[in-house]
């Protein structure tokens, strides 16, 4: 089946601080990319849905300034926590689809901690 | 907007069958899909229903009716390996190609 990676696993940082998380689909051209947000013991929450070549769209509560998503590529979406906060420790999950591809390949996940 | 119901724990004995129910609410609706969740891990797809009717897939079956808004995810032979969260979701025409998740049902094999 077709591979989706993300990098890094976990992340630790501080308060105040920005961090970056790629999402890559290693075999195939993602034409859509999704980010999800995940706490611990409760569903995947879509946070934003992401076309190559345009902006992205943000689930609503969502802070597009604080959630930055860029898709350059067919094969890259990246994902910027700004200023990250306690509050926003959790696992981020990205999945991707092939075309008009009913099934989302998903990324293994990234956990992070903001201290 | 979409919603999803579903359980939120089952338990269940090892080589046991065990039925995990999903309803839903969609303007468009387009087709339900079923997740595997391990603890600290990624989903992964596990069937796909867009029609009325039952998928087989190994130890796995899925089932959808379209005019009940309903829809099961059917375990046999369990295995503790089984033990994890699994999750309908739904996409909706009316959205693109987003899957609505439900909260998610831990399933948890004993001996």
């Known amino acids: 089946g077709a591979v989706v990676s993300q990098h890094p696993s976990r992340v630790i940082c501080k308060s105040g601080t920005s961090v970056k998380i790629e999402c890559r689909s290693l075999?195939?051209?993602?034409?859509?990319m999704f980010w999800y947000r995940q706490f611990p013991k409760k569903s995947l929450m879509l946070m934003a849905t992401s076309n190559e070549g345009s902006k992205a769209t943000y689930e609503q509560g969502v802070e597009k300034d604080k959630f930055l998503i860029n898709h350059a590529s067919l094969t890259l979406s990246t994902l910027t926590v700004t200023s990250a906060h306690p509050e926003d420790s959790s696992f981020y999950i990205c999945?991707?689809?092939?075309?008009?591809?009913?099934?989302?390949?998903f990324g293994p996940g990234t956990r992070l901690t903001v201290t | 907007g979409q919603s999803l119901e579903q359980p939120s724990e089952v338990t269940a004995v090892e080589g046991a069958i065990v039925q995990i129910n999903c309803t839903y609410q969609?303007?468009?609706?387009?087709?339900l899909s079923w997740y595997q969740q391990h603890d600290g891990g990624a989903p992964t797809f596990l069937s796909y229903?867009?029609?009325?009717g039952l998928e087989e897939t190994g130890r796995f079956s899925s089932f959808l009716s379209r005019s009940d808004s309903y829809g099961y995810l059917l375990l046999q032979e369990l295995q503790m390996k089984d033990s994890a969260s699994y999750f309908c979701?739904?996409?909706?025409?009316?959205?693109?190609?987003?899957?609505?998740f439900g909260g998610g049902t831990r399933l948890m094999v004993k001996p």
């Open positions: 969609t303007s468009g609706f387009y087709g």
């Open positions: 979701a739904v996409r909706d025409r009316n959205a693109g190609n987003m899957l609505t």
């Open positions: 999945s991707a689809i092939a075309g008009e591809s009913y099934e989302q390949y």
């Open positions: 075999d195939f051209q993602a034409t859509t």
């Open positions: 229903n867009g029609l009325d």
